[in-house]
């Protein structure tokens, strides 16, 4: 099972003291368009990984749960292989902005930068909107910065079967933790992009601090069995922990 599997990772580190009794909402709207078959494994992990740790969760793909009023109750968002438009109303934007405006975390994880492709704010606000990925295929990730708390049980370069996702948009606040290394990734369009734009390696996961709130994301996370992989398991755990305010790293 999901939590025999990442017990060990979730006893290390930091503990559930710093984020027990925190509450997180994990939301999963898709609009139009493309809708993956991964959504209840993402959130089962993702439950799972909380329970283990103290915090509450609710999961939904309903986008009236944003209100002022509803989202004064919760810590942080994750949208969890969201897509498209999240949101219905300008009202339901303006909460959702509010939110990170107030200080709170903010997680993405996979196609959750495809949400909202016509909102700058939110390209923004997530670090920057997905292009398009070549096919799900073997390819190296480069650890960037193997001292946050995301990352840190990370070799030096991992080698991972995923969508290598592009984006563009990029905010230049983010800080990046994990890199695709585009040497290994086979794709007939590369040369137009991302061409020679980031050299030999392009930004798969980040953080950064925005508007007041803190965002963490994840390229990562396709297909359902990677919903049960340690490594994995282990870089959401730290994403959660790092959008809930702590900061140091599992090594420590």
């Known amino acids: 099972m999901l939590l025999s599997i990442a017990a060990c990772c979730l006893s290390c580190g930091t503990g559930q003291d710093p984020v027990a009794g925190k509450k997180i909402l994990i939301y999963t709207r898709n609009g139009s368009g493309y809708v993956h078959d991964n959504i209840q494994a993402s959130v089962e992990a ?63 994880i996979h196609s959750s930068s495809a949400s909202e492709r016509d909102w700058p704010w939110f390209w923004a606000m997530t670090g920057g909107l997905f292009l398009r990925h070549p096919p799900l295929q073997e390819f190296d990730i480069r650890v960037v910065d193997r001292r946050h708390i995301s990352t840190a049980h990370l070799p030096a370069v991992w080698k991972w079967e995923d969508e290598p996702y592009y984006h563009h948009h990029f905010n230049p606040d983010i800080h990046v933790l994990l890199a695709a290394d585009l040497r290994t990734i086979e794709d007939e369009q590369k040369d137009r992009y991302p061409g020679t734009t980031f050299g030999d390696y392009l930004p798969l996961s980040w953080y950064h601090h925005w508007e007041g709130g803190r965002q963490w994301y994840t390229a990562l996370g396709h297909k359902i069995e990677y919903y049960r992989d340690p490594l994995f398991l282990e870089h959401l755990r730290g994403g959660i922990l790092w959008i809930l305010g702590v900061e140091e790293t599992a090594n420590n």
């Open 46 to 108: 993702l439950e799972e990984i909380c329970t283990g740790l103290g915090i509450e969760t609710h999961a939904t793909d309903t986008p009236v749960v944003f209100s002022s009023e509803n989202l004064a109750g919760y810590d942080a968002i994750i949208f969890s292989n969201a897509n498209n438009e999240a949101f219905t109303s300008q009202d339901q934007r303006e909460a959702f902005q509010e939110f990170i405006r107030s200080g709170r975390g903010y997680g993405s």
